[in-house]
């Protein structure tokens, strides 16, 4: 943990971020014990002290958890599922044109079950197919995304879902045709 409170002065702990703020009153500060951080496996390790390690919060996760409290982190552990991301998230082409993102299906707990993706189209201008529909995590799968008739300046988005083991997951990426995608500068003050 590290954090400034506008003053030059840099708080390293959990407890003195605590006594200054009254945040945080469950936080912990603890190698999280994920399986393979690095691989975007972020499920947590049988011996990670994140385990049963969380808070009840009423309407979120009370009564969705695997063990004697839910675990601290995305996934619960004890239960098999896969996570859904895109590259590139968001794009633009122009119209007519055609687009390209790589699906990656990852695993959470240890899931090795198929995953069956669906693209729906938000448009009657955009054809959408995806290459394999069914990927085994992890996987990939190509999402490609063919403009016929857009108006310049169309924004959609594109939500993919991935079914399997009794479980849902969508993930939206989106599309600027005849457009341009600018990102405004991020300035950061002390």
């Known amino acids: 943990m590290y ?28 190698v999280p014990g994920f399986v393979d951080g690095a691989a975007g496996d972020y499920s947590l390790r049988p011996d ?15 009564g969705d958890y695997a063990g004697g409290a ?15 991301y895109a590259e590139p998230s968001s794009q633009a082409i122009d119209c007519g044109a055609v687009a390209h993102y790589l699906v990656e299906v990852r695993s959470s707990g240890g899931s090795a079950s198929p ?10 201008e955009l ?20 403009d016929t008739a857009s108006l310049p300046g169309t924004w959609h988005t594109i939500h993919i879902t991935g079914t399997g083991s009794g479980l849902s997951e969508t993930f939206g990426v989106g599309l600027l045709v005849g457009g341009t995608v600018f990102h405004l500068p991020t300035i950061l003050k002390e």
């Open 3 to 30: 954090w400034a409170n506008g003053t030059g002065e840099h708080i390293h702990d959990l407890s003195t971020f605590r006594l200054l703020t009254g945040q945080e009153p469950h936080g912990v500060s603890v």
């Open 48 to 62: 990670s002290p994140l385990i049963d390690a969380g808070v009840v919060i009423p309407g979120i996760n009370d």
């Open 70 to 84: 839910p675990d601290i982190g995305a996934f619960e552990s004890g239960r098999e599922g896969f996570s859904l």
């Open 115 to 124: 995953v069956w993706l669906e693209a729906a189209s938000p448009s009657s």
């Open 127 to 146: 054809s959408i197919s995806t290459d394999p529909l069914v990927v085994t995590p992890p996987g990939r799968a190509d999402l490609t995304v063919t």
